[in-house]
């Protein structure tokens, strides 16, 4: 099946750097990518839609130049956390789709867990 | 605006009886609704989708228009069907579709 890889799985960071997560699709080419974030014990909340060669297309409320997103190719997206803050400390997911109709499965990452201290 | 509910935070479940998940939903279209599933330790993956009416480890679920629900349903319940389980509801128009997860139904299955 579609495998979806994520890198790093955790990170701890000192507050005002900034991290990059990358995301990967290792076997099927993925036109979008999504990002999620997740708070503990709470459901997933999509931050961002990341189509290959454009731009990204950020959900109400999140800060596209504090989440900057990058999607160079057709297997591999990038989540850069700018000057992060120990709020920004949460569950990053990505996930990465084939398709684009609603069919088309989204096949999920194992998560990034990131700690800003 | 699109919503999904899942009412029970926590469900726990004797082995070999049957389980109910619920979900309930809103959307002012025709809803394109999915179950995803987390093992402990596992990544979020993919249970069941409405559109396909499949019948996955022994999980179904019906889409009901007029209580606007999807609940997830299994007959006899397995000690590995211990999970968390997610309802989403597909949004936005055709090559913009996302999805909208519930807040999930974490279900213990009691040996």
């Known amino acids: 099946g579609a495998v979806v890889s994520q890198h790093p799985s955790w990170v701890i960071c000192k507050s005002g750097t900034s991290v990059k997560i990358e995301c990967r699709s290792l076997?099927?080419?993925?036109?979008?990518m999504f990002w999620y974030r997740q708070f503990p014990k709470q459901s997933l909340m999509l931050m961002a839609t990341?189509?290959?060669?454009?731009?990204?297309?950020?959900e109400q409320g999140v800060e596209k130049d504090k989440f900057l997103i990058n999607h160079a190719s057709l297997t591999l997206s990038t989540l850069t956390v700018t000057s992060a803050h120990p709020e920004d400390s949460s569950f990053y997911i990505c996930?990465?789709?084939?398709?684009?109709?609603?069919?088309?499965?989204?096949?999920f990452g194992p998560g990034t867990r990131l700690t800003v201290l | 605006a699109q919503r999904v509910t899942q009412p029970e935070k926590l469900l726990s479940v004797f082995k070999g009886a049957p389980v109910e998940l619920k979900c309930n939903y809103s959307?002012?279209?025709?809803?394109?609704l999915f179950w995803y599933v987390q093992y402990s330790r596992q990544r979020l993956q993919l249970l069941l989708r409405?559109?396909s009416r499949e019948s996955i480890k022994g999980f179904t679920a019906d889409l009901n228009k007029g209580e606007t629900s999807f609940h997830l349903k299994k007959p006899f319940a397995q000690e590995e069907d211990s999970a968390m389980y997610y309802c989403?509801?597909?949004?936005?128009?055709?090559?913009?579709?996302?999805?909208?997860f519930g807040t999930g139904t974490r279900l213990t299955i009691i040996p």
């Open positions: 996930s990465a789709r084939s398709g684009e109709g609603a069919t088309d499965t989204q096949y």
């Open positions: 076997d099927f080419q993925a036109t979008t």
């Open positions: 990341s189509n290959e060669g454009s731009k990204a297309t950020y």
């Open positions: 959307y002012s279209g025709s809803p394109e």
């Open positions: 409405h559109i």
């Open positions: 989403a509801l597909v949004r936005g128009g055709f090559g913009n579709e996302k999805l909208t």
